[in-house]
């Protein structure tokens, strides 16, 4: 028996997570949900996606514009065991008394909410585990999900004193035009910034604290990561560490990719679906050990990291997968982001 | 029997057209012809394409970056029909000296390398029938097939008296990362630009001049088109030849489609391959007419548009279909760009 | 005596009107006006211009933050003779029902505002006269005083038939931080563009249409222009009337100054203040003659290019000079921006 | 008897150097030599600069561009003190063979030389002293001059144990407009950064490792700095110690100054020349204290930084100023930088 899940939101987010869905052969897509009228919902018609809407109210905006709709969330969430929220930021808080009141419906958030819309701040790799049953599960964000892969990588090797991380954050996501800035760049003020305590909902043990900088540009993130760990390690081990960790990949300076830009021509390159790169992206060059403290920069794609994510999410929600590995191994099979 | 092709140069254009051979079921690849390492080598062996190199002086460099190499150009060349030169502007023109080697060899230029290459100028919707059975064809540059298209569009109902046209030209492609300004306008000096004389390369009689800005953005391009015509016009009447023209696109207001960014995310959400638009992009409400003069905007993907057309091309020089409706209807198919 | 000026609105345009008014020898700056407390209230105090608030309502905010105000705007206005209205966009037309209360006070407002709410749209080199001795004018917006000047220099020579511009806007001043896109170009849909008509409101027998698309860019905007004459003339004619004109600067090529970067570059390097540049630029090389047809490329410095027309608009009003050439001249000498 | 002063190379950061020789009144500026003909040549004439040529060989462009030219590198340097070496990277290298030929000439050279061209690197507040009487002084680059004056700043009242600093650098200069990326985030690979090394030239007791991306801006730098201290101290204590320091200037968040486009907007309102911040910005709300690490953030400024170090250098390799503290006075108030 498939898990029926239904997108509420179908923005760079939802319409992703609906696109994984659709690949999985224990899932089925029951729909995808639209607050309001813009171009993708006939894009989600053309894909064979059903299409609800948030609320009636809009229902003559989308028919002027010639969408087929199936009916209202409510009429979607009757029939699904599962609802993934990727509603704008603190929507999401709004939509759980609507979740809440299907008895058997389970409901997984994306990280623009707080951590304690759910019973558990989640990632794969950093604790699955966690999530095993639960009923409502919160998919922490793109930044908090990079930092969680390659430290909970590192952590199974090594004690880790304290991570000290910059993040220079895209401005906009590419179609976000309404956003600036064009020509500046703005530090995260208040230090530390959010994303620190983000880490700690998942991996509570690590003594982390971030800094962040606005960059105009809409790509991709890149953190700065400064690790003290209690061992000594040389960049070799590190850098094997992450070869051998899912979802993390490296690249070289002889690949000529020296930033974002390229990092995305490659994903264009490979054929990725949307040009998506799931994985946090590591320079082999750009990974250092200097006296007990790791120095790397990870590439963080803003739009799609979250992506397998969720999908490891619902399956430990319905404990499809008892452990991390074999949910990572069928979600990113299916993905087509396998290392091998 | 299927026409053998080499695609000299895997960049921007080279890369696309390999992949749309790809697609063809007449056609064959014979290879693809690299002349520095980078990363896209490794990509050619992923996706299976034969990758020769331009000479065997930088063998070692691919060899160490763990390439795998059919063979020189001279090698390729031999076994191909044609080749398809995708090398960067005015290489093209040494490589002619190589192509003229082959007896039997019939070659496509890009619109970098000046008209006289090459025995016709091309675009598939203004001049098909002018490359049949030709062994030298130059493919014209993105502008020129954007203004091409739309042209001889009209052109087929109505009598042209003068056109003038503003290109606002994307700095840079996404990858083409050392390429500036970051914030800057810069004026194309030396009026009119050479796009206008482009275009009476492939429409001799249309009566055009162009001018052109730079400007910091990577997307796309986006023309202004002021077109006086002999006749009276509705700008609905316009609209429909727009409508039923090939690889022409309307998009309307209520899209939500409000420039370039939009029209890529568009791209992408249609599943296309590398977000690539290869169509003309016109807005339904940025057309109008006004005393028999034509205004309209239209958006050029210039790392895409091209690729129909060098598949039109072969079609012609090889006189695999006679009459351009019949290519184009062929191409458009396998490339998944029709209308209906 | 001195005419009495009131600044409403110490934003982008407000400021540079305020130095200009102090430069002024038959001027006096009254004071300046803010609505919002932030840093330039301080900057206000610093250079000693009179500090007023909109309303008393937000008193606290402007007290707290170190700023010494004088007043309010009604008690500013009651010692003015003219105030100059640079609030933000349609705020000015709600200010005007304040303005008029005032029974001998005169009134400017900036282009953001529609032409009705004003007895004459200006613009010094294109009709200054109109606005001798008149209560209420409206200086036009950036875009169309540039478009303004060099069409007017061009009419005083040669009948113009048509015109048709193409505006390449930049998409957000350099503090409007918060304004994208980042990476996109988006065309003005609803051809004509507003800024046609708006020309029109100035030189009413001018038959122009304008088309806008808006680039990622902070520093000017770009017009290129294609005007059609009824007489034959040469670049080198037109040239020399651009020469002779005051407000337009004509750049070569040999300059190395080949986009608008380098133009805000050579205001720094001249030492303007702020690094403004008040004249339209045009490239030598950017204009061209062909079939009675003229084409030349325009800058526009957005943030200052209005400032000489606002003091321009206070010497008729007040008949201060009879006619334009004069009142050009000494505006342009005290800002520093004389041709000679 | 003033100090004679030569300026070779008379770009973004020898034009400045000139303004601010010009303002000294115990210097004498001998001259700017400029090696390539461009519209600066004419500014410096402007100006009342004295214009040499770095090589008679390129004489006729500058005289065809209408430049008044004084004469060769070799006459300037004939009557010069100093020499201060404002060429692009490396070339001041190959400068170093000239200016030795001159017996009783001192030369500077700035950061983008390697620290053995000189006897001392340079930094106004971190070394000072060493600078005395010295022959040949390298003034460092932007980023170690902005890192040099809040660490030395700190290092007097408390000990450091270790600094990490990541540095957002804006990718190229406003008038830079051949270098891109427009649209990507580049890290520097190699950790550390020459950053950190290049600090310890200044101040070689200091254990800093630096990171670095390069981001699609052009107006300044930011850093994140993470120092440790073996004391506790408090956010208010550290605040007060760059409040107190010369060339650091903190910014509140309530001044609406949210990030490098404000900046630069703030320095053009106080009429500052070319809009340069010669000052370290610092937001007090991005600065704390946790757990005896510092977390700061300052923006650079990276066209102006250094020209008040070369002032200084000067003052201290002519021993005009025994004490860092009386040169660096001397310095801000000639430059209108003083704090009171």
């Known amino acids: 028996m498939k898990v029926k899940v239904v997108i509420n939101g179908f923005g760079i987010i939802g319409k992703r997570v609906a696109d994984a869905v659709k690949k999985q052969s224990d899932m089925e897509l029951i729909g995808v949900v639209k607050a309001h009228q813009s171009y993708s919902a006939n894009i ?25 709709i199936e009916g209202t969330l409510d009429d979607a969430l009757q029939m699904a065991d599962v609802v993934v929220d990727a509603t704008p930021d603190k929507v999401g808080k709004a939509n759980a008394e609507i979740y809440k009141k299907y008895k058997n419906l389970k409901a997984i958030w994306q990280g623009g909410e707080k951590a304690d819309i759910a019973e558990v701040s989640f990632n794969a790799m950093a604790n ?34 304290e991570v000290n991380a910059v993040i220079v954050r895209r401005a906009a996501d590419p179609s976000e035009t309404t956003k600036g800035p064009i020509n500046s760049l703005e530090p995260a003020l208040h230090i530390p910034s959010h994303h620190g305590p983000d880490v700690r909902s998942v991996l509570p043990d690590v003594n982390i604290q971030t800094m962040a900088v606005k960059a105009p540009t809409t790509l991709m993130h890149i ?22 960790a899912p979802r993390i990949r490296i690249f070289k300076e002889n690949d000529k990719i020296t930033g974002t830009a390229e990092l995305i021509e490659y ?74």
Request: aromatic residues 8%; charged residues 25%; hydrophobic residues 35%.
């Open 44 to 68: 989600a018609n053309e894909l064979g996606y059903p299409l609800y809407i948030a609320s009636s109210t809009n229902k003559e905006d989308f028919l002027k514009a010639g969408s087929k």
């Open 128 to 161: 699955y585990e966690k999530a095993l049953g639960k009923k409502y599960v919160r998919v922490v964000s793109c930044n908090t999900t990079a930092l969680c892969r390659s430290i909970a990588s590192i952590k199974e090797h090594y004690n880790i004193k």
């Open 223 to 244: 953190h700065s990561i400064i690790m003290k760990i209690n061992e000594n390690a040389s960049a070799e081990e590190i850098l094997k560490i992450f070869e051998n």
């Open 267 to 340: 994903a264009r390159d490979l054929g990725r679906a949307r040009g998506d790169l799931m994985e946090n992206a590591v320079w082999k060059e750009g990974l250092n050990v200097v006296d007990k403290t790791i120095y790397y920069y990870q590439a963080v794609h803003q739009e799609s990291i979250v992506v397998p994510e969720n999908i490891d999410a619902i399956h430990a929600m319905f404990e499809m997968f008892k452990d991390k590995n074999s949910s990572i191994k069928s979600t990113d099979n299916t993905l087509g982001i396998s290392k091998n």
